[in-house]
């Protein structure tokens, strides 16, 4: 069950927090100021994600090349569509007076 929190709430309950995740599967997505930031979730279950989404990225970079990709290729694209994703985001810093 996904329920969300804010940032104070998990300051304050995290080993609450932490025993629900634990025990029950629970996932918690953590809101600042109304907007979602983080989310709290068991280490096996994020392991499961990371697995889904290489296997997810792997079969796209394939169908896009027309064919299989070693481990090296697939890497090198890998860090290259990282390294354009952050340039994307980067906003301008504001200098300090």
């Known amino acids: 069950m996904t329920v969300t929190v804010s940032t104070i709430d998990v300051r304050q309950r995290i080993g609450d ?15 600042r100021k109304g907007k979602p ?5 068991a280490a096996g279950r994020l392991e499961q994600m ?3 989404a290489k296997r997810q ?7 896009q090349s027309g064919g299989l990709l070693d ?4 890497l090198d694209l890998a860090l ?7 340039k994307r985001t980067k ?3 504001r200098r300090a007076r």
């Open 17 to 31: 927090l932490l025993n629900r995740i634990a025990l029950r599967n629970d996932e918690f997505v953590i809101e």
């Open 37 to 41: 930031v983080a989310a709290l979730v």
């Open 50 to 52: 990371r697995r889904f």
């Open 57 to 63: 990225a792997l079969g796209f970079l394939e169908e």
């Open 71 to 74: 481990e090296e290729k697939a």
């Open 80 to 86: 290259e569509a990282q390294r354009w994703a952050r």
């Open 91 to 93: 906003s301008p810093r």
